[in-house]
T-cell receptor, first 108, second 115 residues
């Protein structure tokens, strides 16, 4: 069964402490993988799309990478405003399927 | 551009009452989606409309109906609300080319409580 698993479920970091969030997938013929950020009480906000293994995208302190089995969202020197839930999602034909997310909390 | 807008932002219903959630997008997207989000369950697709004039069931369609009013607007109706429908509802839109989904853009959500 095609599925996406995000880990860890929750992560607490000190400000400036770099880390990575994982999205592993067992999807045959992956057409694309997305990363979204969601703040409490708001809708998901698009961050990145990755289409093929080896592809990387960067935005400020965030960098997304994709291999044949997983995607990582690397957070470098995070700040408290990076605290949010990060969601990955994959394309299934005319729909996208979301993982359950990683709740990230950056302590000042 | 407002992007994706949803009304209302909050709603409280009694069991058995009906209501319609409204969604509109101004990005000229052809496809629109309704999700619900519950703690520990992530985002689950209720219904979607790949193009104007078409609608399809998602993962959790029971208890809901939808209407694609025109290219911009996609509404979600609860005919007889149940406590199990207490959730946060999100509308999203995207371009769909060749039957393959692309980046979806989300509205701010409607927080619904059914007593």
């Amino acid at each position: 069964e095609d599925q996406v698993t995000q880990s860890p479920e929750a992560l607490r970091l000190q400000e400036g402490e770099s880390s990575s969030l994982n999205c592993s997938y067992t999807v045959s013929g992956l057409r694309g993988l997305f990363w979204y950020r969601q703040d409490p009480g708001k809708g998901p906000e698009f961050l990145f799309t990755l289409y093929s293994a080896g592809e990387e995208k960067e935005k400020e302190r965030l960098k997304a990478t994709l291999t044949k089995k997983e995607s990582f969202l690397h957070i470098t020197a995070p700040k408290p405003e990076d605290s949010a839930t990060y969601l990955c999602a994959w394309i299934r034909d005319d729909k996208i399927i979301f993982g359950k997310g990683t709740r990230l909390h950056i302590l000042p | 551009n407002a992007g994706v807008t949803q009304t209302p932002k909050f709603q409280v219903l009694k069991t058995g009452q009906s209501m319609t959630l409204q969604c509109a997008q101004d990005m000229n997207h052809n496809s629109m989606y309704w999700y619900r989000q519950d703690p520990g369950m992530g985002l689950r697709l209720i219904y979607y409309s790949a193009s104007e004039g078409t609608t399809d069931k998602g993962e959790v369609p029971n208890g809901y109906n939808v209407s694609r009013l025109n290219k911009r607007e996609f509404s979600l109706r609860l005919e007889s609300a149940a406590p199990s429908q207490t959730s946060v509802y999100f509308c999203a839109s995207s371009f769909l080319a060749g039957g393959v989904a692309d980046t979806q853009y989300f509205g701010p959500g409607t927080r619904l409580t059914v007593l």
